[in-house]
């Protein structure tokens, strides 16, 4: 297998910021959200970047790998063109799942997969699924979480190494995720570090977080805190890292401050020789997905029809978990109950701020953020996500129609020409929404 690419010191890419990237000193790569890039449309900065030479790798957020459903094609069609039109040397992704098909319910999120043979055996699958279809190798990181699934059987690290050694895959390992997941969970990220095969390293992700009522939330909003970057430390002891990112989505601080973060990374990185392992390479994917093959034909129909039994346990807990979530149902035996409404709590709120970025224009047709804020999570309460970001926000504004919102008949003109301009149809008739409104009372 081809060593890894080295790759630096880098910075995820975003619009907001893209001008002060451009002048980051000493940049060697970015990583982009491949969902908010359009391989035909690429943004002028990001065409800039690559053009002297910068690095861009795709970090996906929307496969759901760890999901009880096998990939969609289409996804993963679209991430490997964003690899090819990026000239990507790899591509990324999470050990989450986002979504369920029964019921049909969104996320919006990266949820923890729980830590057993099923959900191993099902993520070993989807991975493989995914390498196959990919034109570039994939690398999977390890997230954030707020809960615990009960039941589980294996460690973090474990389940790690096992999904590497069936896959070959390759790790990009966030060391803010492991501290969220030391405060959240009560895991000991050197446990993991000492337990994973480093020789897979793709990667490291550093990101910032805050501690509230004994939670700490992975914001990436916040200044790279000691203690993460402690840890990569800790990281840099065992292994000399390929590329080391950070991570900001939001509260964007000075350009200076960045630099400066940036610059506390890189001095960690470069703080001596590591002791032990380079990842020069890692596990062959091919070979493992050859070897997987020929298990799984062994096995014979027998070994099949156990497969579809394992996926078919995940996608029930998977759906139980996520209709307490976003739909309110009761939380399922075995949780933490008081985590679940913390994370269903944030779930919401992170729901409206996506949607108020998607359609930036609805808070401005609700009279400001706080009233277009309480409505929309007055609206979600009763109407789960379960076709994306854009078509909740469609949703949202039909909602409100129906029910002869905003009160000022000039605001709903214009949130019904608002509506109308993106739906590509009339919005309902007055006697279709009192329908609706009826039907909705009655349910």
Request: proline share 9%; with cysteine; glycine share 8%.
């Amino acid at each position: 297998m081809k060593p890894m690419a080295h790759l630096g010191v880098g910075i995820g890419w975003r619009p907001e910021i893209a001008d002060a990237i451009e002048r980051l000193p000493g940049l060697d790569w970015v990583e982009v959200v491949a969902e908010n890039i359009c391989p035909g449309h690429l943004p002028e900065a990001l065409l800039r970047l690559r053009e002297r030479g910068t690095k861009v790798v795709p970090h996906g957020v929307s496969l759901g790998l760890g999901g009880a459903d096998r990939p969609d094609p289409a996804k993963l069609a679209a991430l490997g063109e964003r690899a090819v039109a990026l000239g990507a040397p790899l591509v990324t992704e999470h050990i989450a799942f986002v979504r369920t098909s029964s019921p049909v319910l969104e996320a919006g999120h990266l949820l923890p997969v729980p830590r057993t043979r099923d959900a191993l055996d099902v993520l070993c699958e989807n991975v493989r699924i995914a390498q196959d279809a990919l034109p570039v190798p994939l690398a999977l990181e390890n997230i954030a979480a707020l809960f615990s699934w009960p039941g589980e059987e294996l460690t973090e690290g474990r389940f790690l190494t096992e999904l590497v050694e069936r896959t070959g895959v390759r790790l990009l390992v966030d060391v803010a995720n492991l501290h969220t997941n030391r405060v959240n969970r009560g895991e000991d990220p050197a446990a993991v570090l000492d337990a994973i095969p480093l020789e897979a390293l793709a990667y490291v992700h550093v990101a910032g977080g805050v501690e509230r009522d004994g939670v700490w939330h992975d914001t990436h909003a916040h200044p790279v805190p000691p203690v993460v970057l402690d840890l990569l430390a800790a990281l840099r002891s065992r292994v000399d890292p390929p590329g080391v990112l950070l991570e900001r989505d939001d509260d964007f601080p000075p350009e200076a401050e960045l630099a400066g973060e940036l610059e506390a990374i890189r001095a960690v990185v470069t703080a001596g020789p590591a002791a032990g392992v380079r990842p020069d390479t890692a596990p062959d994917a091919a070979a493992a997905s050859e070897a997987a093959a020929a298990s799984e034909a062994a096995a014979g129909p027998g070994g099949r029809v156990a497969a579809e039994a394992a996926r078919t346990r995940v996608a029930l807990g998977q759906a139980a978990l996520l209709s307490a979530l976003v739909a309110g149902t009761p939380v399922p035996e075995g949780f933490d109950r008081g985590r679940i409404r913390v994370q269903a709590r944030a779930l919401a709120a992170k729901r409206a701020d996506v949607v108020a970025k998607v359609a930036p224009e609805l808070p401005g047709l609700l009279g400001g953020r706080g009233p277009y804020r309480e409505a929309f999570l007055a609206y979600a309460k009763s109407r789960p996500m379960t076709a994306g970001y854009r078509r909740d926000a469609l949703d949202f504004a039909e909602h409100l129609l129906i029910r002869d919102l905003p009160a000022d008949p000039a605001d709903r003109r214009r949130l019904t020409a608002w509506w109308r301009e993106r739906a590509g149809v009339r919005p309902p008739r007055r006697v279709v929404r009192w329908a609706r409104a009826l039907a909705g009372r009655a349910a």
